[in-house]
């Protein structure tokens, strides 16, 4: 079990992978009165949080040895693998009692692995992915998605509760990452109905923005119709999500689904064109940008 303070607002926290959502998200947490101790590759993404009082750190293991909770946000499995198990990785700084989150989506084995080497050393592990991009971070209005033992989750859900709004356990560990890999099953198909709907109202000779008012609050409604096909209009592809990051999670998918023994044939051709997106050279866009993959299609 963890031994972290009796008084929530005790928790040292440690972070880990301060990009486009990691740096609102531990701000959300330094804003509730949490000392927080920081590493990120590039120190440059950091400085925000350096800026409001977090304590630089020169290494995972560093940030681990100065936090009663640490939590990982960073981009790819390989990653992930590098933060928790190299010599100067987090593992190597956590302390009996405290605890490992990783906020990554990754695989559900690695988030099994973590957990298990966290617990050899008398410390814990929960993997939470979340769901929201860049707006569920900045507004604290993430879901996240949680594995691990259920004190253990316990523990850290008064510290979850800063950063989202549904926060629900899903069991065991890695159960966080199968529920995420759910999540972005759904998205895949929803995001190319959006993209295909607004390409086929511009070839029908429609106002795109009049046909999101039509069709957003009806059986159509979704948070991609609402979120990011207003940034499709825009012409804005920024990312929340970076394309790269969603080829990653459904790579996942794919590959945890054929070692149960399923087919998802739908997944797998979403797939196939957010990886020609990614061709195309909008990898480091948002996934709204497949929208101009599947544009030039069309030849429009």
Avoid at 154 to 182: D, N, S, W, Y
Wanted: proline fraction near 4%.
């Amino acid at each position: 079990m963890s031994a972290l303070p009796a008084n929530t607002k005790d928790i040292r926290i440690g972070w880990i992978g301060t990009g486009v959502m990691g740096v609102s998200m531990c701000g959300h947490l330094m804003a509730a009165g949490h000392p927080a101790t920081v590493f990120n590759r590039t120190r440059a993404k950091a400085q925000p949080l350096l800026d409001k009082g977090a304590h630089w750190a020169e290494s995972p293991r560093a940030v681990a040895q100065a936090s009663d909770v640490v939590f990982t946000i960073v981009g790819y499995p390989a990653d992930v693998r590098r933060v928790y198990f190299e010599t100067d990785g987090v593992l190597a700084g956590l302390k009996p009692g405290a605890i490992a989150v990783d906020m990554t989506t990754t695989s559900p084995s690695l988030a099994v692995e973590i957990y298990e080497a966290a617990k050899k050393q008398g410390a814990q592990a929960l993997d939470a992915p979340v769901s929201g991009g860049d707006v569920g971070a900045k507004n604290a209005a993430l879901s996240i998605m949680v594995g691990g033992e259920a004190e253990v989750f316990a523990a850290v859900k008064p510290l979850f509760e800063r950063m989202g709004r549904i926060i629900m356990h899903q069991g065991a560990a890695g159960a966080g990452q199968h529920t995420k890999m759910c999540n972005q099953i759904v998205i895949a198909g929803s995001m190319i109905g959006v993209c295909e709907s607004l390409l086929y109202a511009t070839r029908a000779g429609l106002d795109p923005q009049a046909v999101l008012g039509a069709i957003s609050k009806g059986a159509a409604g979704c948070w991609s119709l609402e979120n990011l096909a207003p940034r499709i209009l825009k012409g804005d592809f920024a990312p929340g999500f970076m394309i790269d990051h969603f080829v990653k999670d459904m790579g996942i998918a794919l590959e945890e689904s054929k070692r149960m023994g399923i087919s998802l044939p739908g997944l797998a051709l979403v797939e196939g064109l957010y990886a020609e997106a990614a061709r195309e050279g909008h990898g480091k866009d948002g996934t709204q940008a497949l929208f101009l993959a599947l544009k030039k299609l069309s030849g429009l």
